[in-house]
């Protein structure tokens, strides 16, 4: 690994990192390994101590739309590794004591205060009867997704299988939201599916996409977001 100076005059230098690519390390892996050292953002949460850059994506949304409100009750679908769990905890005043966010997530992650987390597929049958418990019963106000279905490589596959993730969330959003609640979820490739935007449309009262600054320029992902549950 080498450090550069990048474009411009010797005054305004930039030091970019150069990453080369190593054996074993494969020209994708070499470019994500360079990006990430060279992200504004990875740099800011690592100072900031947000455990994902992913976190600046939810402090965007909510600056914007005005989601996060204190004693919220909050449902955080693939919440690995917890950016998005820090930022609602933090936003909601959710303490260890008295937690009222409760996350999801198939791997393995560090606790964050004032957040129960299940370890657990979302995709199983099981999961959305858990989510209720950990919730004390109650409904939600707010629903967050931001996964994704791991990609084959094969386009078809990957489309159906980020559809048919997204409208699992939605469902459950539908199932457990209050009247009045928020739904929030990561989409792809320019937006919701129509017949998924239909239902949603009919379900809450106003639907939009945002595409946060913090959201890669490269990447196809938008956030839906869902306001006014009718209930
Ligand atoms: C982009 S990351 C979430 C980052 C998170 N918002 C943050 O701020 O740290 C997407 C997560 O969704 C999870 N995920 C994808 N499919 C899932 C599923 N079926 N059940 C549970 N978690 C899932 C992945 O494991 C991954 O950790």
Redesign the pocket.
């Known amino acids: 690994m080498s450090k550069s100076g990048g474009k411009g005059g010797s005054g305004a230098r930039q030091l970019k990192t150069r990453v080369k690519s190593a054996r074993g390390r494969s020209n994708s892996s070499t470019r994500w390994l360079q990006r990430q050292l060279n992200d504004p953002y990875v740099k800011r949460a690592h100072d900031e101590g947000?455990?994902?850059?992913?976190?600046f994506?939810?402090i965007e949304i909510d600056d914007k739309q005005n989601l996060l409100k204190p004693g919220m009750r909050i449902v955080?679908?693939?919440?690995?590794?917890?950016?998005?769990?820090?930022?609602a905890a933090k936003r909601t005043g959710s303490t260890p004591d008295d937690p009222h966010i409760v996350g999801?997530?198939?791997?393995e992650?560090e606790p964050v205060p004032g957040c129960i987390i299940l370890h657990?597929?979302?995709?199983?049958d099981d999961?959305p009867q858990m989510l209720i418990d950990a919730l004390g019963g109650h409904k939600a106000d707010l629903v967050?997704s931001?996964?994704?279905?791991?990609t084959t490589g094969h386009k078809a596959t990957d489309h159906l299988r980020i559809i048919a993730?997204v409208e699992?969330a939605a469902d459950f959003a539908i199932q457990i939201l209050k009247p009045g609640g928020t739904f929030v979820a990561?989409v792809f490739q320019g937006g919701t599916e129509h017949e998924l935007l239909a239902e949603l449309k009919r379900s809450f009262a106003t639907t939009a996409h945002i595409k946060p600054p913090a959201s890669r320029k490269d990447s196809a992902e938008s956030y839906l977001i869902a306001k006014g549950f009718k209930g």
């Open positions: 947000w455990r994902s850059r992913a976190a994506k939810l955080d679908l693939g919440c690995a590794p917890g950016g998005w769990l820090q930022v999801i997530d198939y791997l992650m657990k597929d979302f995709t199983e999961a967050l931001d996964m994704a279905a791991p993730l699992l990561k």
